[in-house]
């Protein structure tokens, strides 16, 4: 039982930091209408970009701060130089374009990551792995078994989403968003400046990857393509939750990283039963990612629009 | 419709004739290359037709192409035993072959069923996601008792020599020509225009009495089985059986490659799976970051140049 509730919070920080990626990237999809495969670039973005300010300076509140700054610019600077060329293109030149970013991104990171002078001169056998740690301490322990760290990313994300739906709820450029995601053409006739309103939304959603990439960071540590790993979990979130619904994001995250979480905790101990201990953990790994996949499938054969969205145009 | 054959001639005359032309250049090592290509450009072929045909943006196709490989790797690995405990195995390509065109071509009508329930951006995640599946799937496997990527025998026919660069090559080739000419075929066919009245308008094809689901759902496995034919050709052309090949950057680039050598042409498949891999050889052997020279190419294609090679070539051509 304490297994259980120990797994149980572990697999509701993930769907936390998941939270913070895919609602960022159903926005981007609701209202943009933009396949974005560059989201979990931003990410990546942010946990080197808070490793490489919390290893110069030593304080890890500016390295998130440096995270969400550098994640808002490098989405600004996409927006207006790729991504608004792609509003009116077909899905494949979207992904192909959007691709193309992930790509010159993973690896231009790696490249200057290369040339970063990590205290031993610079050179062409520096790591690309980068750790760093945050300043959350250990005790008083709220629960055994989990750290405290894990609390602070789950408390972070409440309060983004409190934020967000703040945002959305109750603002002006909330109610543009909210006009955009319903009829692009019809909130455009209507005085919605979208030239406007796109780069604000592509912008937050950059922010809140690069966000959750610089907390999450401490744990998975700055890695090269770690965002990608997120991303292909959030268009399992988004295709579940409804495309565009934040609403649906926060329900299917939290589901996705209980149920990822669960499976692979449980499925590994049931199958030692069957398999060696080596090969029922090999097994029992993959099949954590397996069931979020088989929960899609499911879902989708019984709900195509997934929770909350409206039938696919 | 004659330029459109003529250009698939003179490309499949030109490809025939590449291994004398690099014999004479001296330059054998290329035969990988080239037989690469050709292998690709049969998986690039079958999603040509639904891609370009079909609109069905499906970013899963590698999972096909692992399936394929799978089959014909698992089957050889337990020659002399038996597979799951009741499956004769086999090194017997003649028998592996068609088996993982038949094991893919199932598991693409399951995948489209399900996934073909929605369109566009949500299609294209689904595929991704079941792709995925088959990823983490075969990282599940313990092959041999040992790990998940596994050493497998050469496959071996009666007459050609498999194990031969030059046999295994016209072999491919020829596969490729009658998958290149078939879907060339195809698409004038009832069956064809339907897939391709679906694209277009799925509500006014419904008005006019058809229920396209069923012929995207069989357009979306014969792909699937196509594809898989490809994952059994590579398997005598890699030592490894591995779960990266149904991972996502492959099915990724396939899409590049399309798109590279022109959306609904069929025989774009073969410019693009050239063009790519021609670039990618060529960048590789220069720089580490060649990926980063990838991206920035691919993103000023896409905002730039925006039509493929073969679209090019065809312009003005019908598909009737």
Known sequence: MELFIVQLILGLQQGMTLLLV???????????????????????????????????????????????????????????????????RDHLDQVLATFGVLLATNQGIEMLVRNWDQGDGGGQNQTQFLTYDAPISGSPSVLPDVANYRFFIVAVGVGVMGFLWFLINRTRVGMWIRAGAEDREMASALGINLGLLFPIVFTIGAILAGLAGAIQGPIDNAVPGIGDRYLIECFVVIVLGGIGSVKGAVIASLLVGVVKTLAGTYLDEVLELFLEPAAAGRAGAAFGSISIFLLMAIVLAIKPEGFFGRAHA | MTRRWSIIA?????????????????????????TRVVIIAIALAALDFILGYGGMVSFGQAMFVAIGAYVCGLLAINSDASLFGFIPGTTQALISWPLAMIV?????????????????????????????????????????????QA????????????RNDHHFYYLALVL??????????????????????????????????????????????????????????????????????AGWPTSGSFLVMVALGGQQTIIGALFGAAAFLGLEEAFASRTADWRFYVGIGLIAFVLFARRGIATILLAGTSDE
Do not use: C
């Open chain 2, 176 to 245: 490729l020509a009658a998958v290149v000419v078939g879907l060339q075929l195809l698409v004038r066919t009832p069956f064809g225009r339907i897939v391709r009245g679906a694209k277009l308008n799925q509500t006014r094809m419904e008005a006019l009495g058809h229920r396209p689901l069923r012929q995207q759902v069989q357009a979306f496995a014969l792909a699937a089985a196509i594809t898989g034919l490809a994952g059994a050709l590579t398997v005598s052309e890699t030592p490894f059986i591995e779960p990266e090949l």
């Open chain 2, 151 to 162: 050493r497998h025998p050469r496959l071996e026919m009666p007459l050609i020599d498999l």
């Open chain 2, 104 to 148: 893919s071509g199932l598991i693409g009508a399951l995948v489209g069923v399900v996934a073909l329930r929605t369109r566009g951006i949500a299609f294209l995640m689904i595929t991704l996601a079941f792709a995925q599946l088959a990823f983490f799937g075969f990282s599940a496997l313990s092959i041999d008792g040992k790990g998940n």
């Open chain 1, 22 to 88: 895919a609602s960022g990237l159903t926005l981007i999809f609701g209202t943009l209408g933009v396949i974005n495969l560059a989201h979990g670039v931003m990410f990546t973005v942010g946990a080197y970009s808070a490793a490489v300010t919390v290893t110069e300076t030593g304080n890890f509140w500016l390295g998130v701060l440096a995270a969400v700054v550098v994640a808002a610019i490098y989405g600004l600077l996409l927006e207006f130089g790729i991504i608004r060329w792609l509003y009116n």
């Open chain 2, 10 to 34: 003179i490309a499949f005359a030109l490809m025939a004739l590449a291994p004398l032309f690099l014999s004479m250049i001296d330059q054998m090592f290329y035969m990988n290359v080239l």
